[in-house]
């Protein structure tokens, strides 16, 4: 599969705040004392089963918030939320992957400005793991982004490196079954990151996830494609 004009819009926060969100055995990061949010607006084409027929591969817009965790040392992605805009699509990623996945009304358009993306969800219960929406009204998001710098790889040991350069992400695993955390490995090249700007119109996915709005402008990046392959989620230990 590969990833089409996305953002990268990252806050750091009290890590107080996520305690109650990220489950045990799974321990949240900080870099220099602060967790992480952050929220990921991106496309995703040719998407289907490795040495599947290109006829049969599909494409659709993703929206998701996520922080950052251990598992016995181990980093990775735990995601509070993630938004797809078929209810098909919803159920099965859900099912198969146990993240809380919602279906939502999505749009995304590119201009000479840069790309422009919103989405509102259709249902405040999530498909899979995680939580619910904390209101009777669904979350939405809208903004326009944009490359500002030149492209390079993230450096070990930088923040940029620290947020991006992940290979795994960890869910709650349900039901019998040795281990209680399902993970699955991800697998690409180094990011091609951009500085960007970016211009949030509209953000009501942290106040749905019962977490303060984050104070202060993001920290934000731009990949404007990579290839990547996904492994089937597996429980661990």
């Known amino acids: 599969m590969t990833w089409r004009h996305g953002l990268f819009a990252n806050w750091p926060v009290d890590p107080d705040q996520l305690q109650s969100h990220v489950p045990g055995p799974l321990e949240f990061e900080t870099w220099d004392g602060d967790a992480w949010l952050s929220i990921l607006p991106f496309v995703l084409t040719n998407v289907g089963i ?27 992605l735990y995601f509070l939320s993630v938004d797809l805009d078929k209810r098909l699509l919803t159920n099965a990623i859900g099912r198969l992957t146990r993240l809380p996945v919602f279906t939502a009304s999505m749009s995304v358009s590119g201009t000479e400005d840069g790309i422009t993306f919103s989405s509102r969800r259709s249902d405040t219960l999530a498909t899979g793991a995680g939580e619910n929406e904390t209101d009777d009204e669904p979350a939405w998001f809208a903004a326009t982004y944009r490359p500002n710098g030149p492209v390079t790889t993230a450096a070990p040991g930088t923040l940029e490196y ?15 079954g040795r281990g209680n955390v399902l993970t699955a490995e991800i697998a690409h090249d180094p990011w091609p990151l951009q500085p960007a700007d970016a211009t949030i119109m509209a953000n009501t996915l942290f106040d749905r996830l019962g977490l303060t ?21 597996r429980r661990v230990r």
Not at 64 to 72: F, S
Not at 162 to 176: D, H, I, N, S, V
């Open 213 to 233: 709005e984050p104070s202060g402008e993001p920290v934000c990046y731009y990949c404007d494609e990579l290839e990547m392959t996904g492994s089937i989620p």
């Open 162 to 176: 620290w947020l991006t350069e992940r290979r795994r992400f960890y869910a709650p695993a349900k039901g019998p």
């Open 50 to 76: 490795r040495g599947s027929p290109s006829a049969t591969r599909i494409a659709f817009p993703e929206l998701n918030v996520r922080t950052y965790v251990t598992h016995r040392g181990d980093p990775g």
